[in-house]
């Protein structure tokens, strides 16, 4: 029987969070099917208080973790601007209340660099949000371009945590990065 992994990938923020699920089939590169089994966004009104939002957020995840029961939840890691400190730290409670929830449903989480995440599907750590929206539509073999952008990012992080999980050398990179 061959083994199947299904990844959960996360675009976090605190108005659009992007998700997408992945199955991947094979444990090698040449033996290895990927395929799309959903995408969307989770909304969290931006005139709602803080707390709300991030129990909209914490919701709308446990959802998809109850659902879909990932074996990885893979997210994009904290950058911070100097001219966006706030950004900075929106986003990281946005990726707490995500960490939080996987860690309630016992789903590893695994963090990538959006430069890592936008080299291993393009081969250039600047891509546009154009040019990854094209990579996860050739990637996944799909017949339409990821929309919004949050959706095809969220691919993207999935699609890298599974290029980083087959790969051996890898390994010890992708253990415990959070």
């Known amino acids: 029987m061959i083994p199947v992994q299904t990844i959960l990938g996360i675009d976090p923020a605190l108005g659009t969070t ?3 699920i992945i199955a991947c089939e094979g444990a ?4 290895s099917q990927v395929r799309l089994v959903d995408a969307g966004v989770i909304r969290c009104p931006r005139d709602e208080a803080l707390e709300c939002r991030l129990e909209e957020l914490y ?11 990932p074996q990885a939840l893979a997210i994009e890691q904290l950058y911070s601007h100097y001219d966006r400190p706030t950004t900075a ?4 409670h946005a990726r ?14 695994f963090s990538y660099a959006a430069t890592q995440i936008k080299k291993t599907l393009t081969g250039a ?9 094209l990579a996860v539509q050739h990637q996944l073999r799909l017949g339409f371009t990821p929309n919004p ?3 095809a990012d969220a691919l993207a992080i999935a699609l890298t945590h599974r290029h980083f999980s087959l790969s051996p050398a890898s390994q010890l990179r992708i253990s415990g990065n959070l």
Do not use: C, N, W
């Open 149 to 151: 952008p949050d959706v």
């Open 96 to 109: 707490g209340v995500i960490m939080l929830a996987a860690a309630h449903a016992k789903v590893p989480v």
């Open 59 to 69: 919701r709308g995840l446990t959802e998809l973790l109850g659902e879909f029961q």
């Open 18 to 20: 992007g998700y997408g």
């Open 28 to 31: 090698s590169f040449a033996g």
């Open 125 to 133: 750590g600047r891509a546009s949000k154009a040019q990854m929206q």
């Open 89 to 92: 730290i929106l986003m990281g």
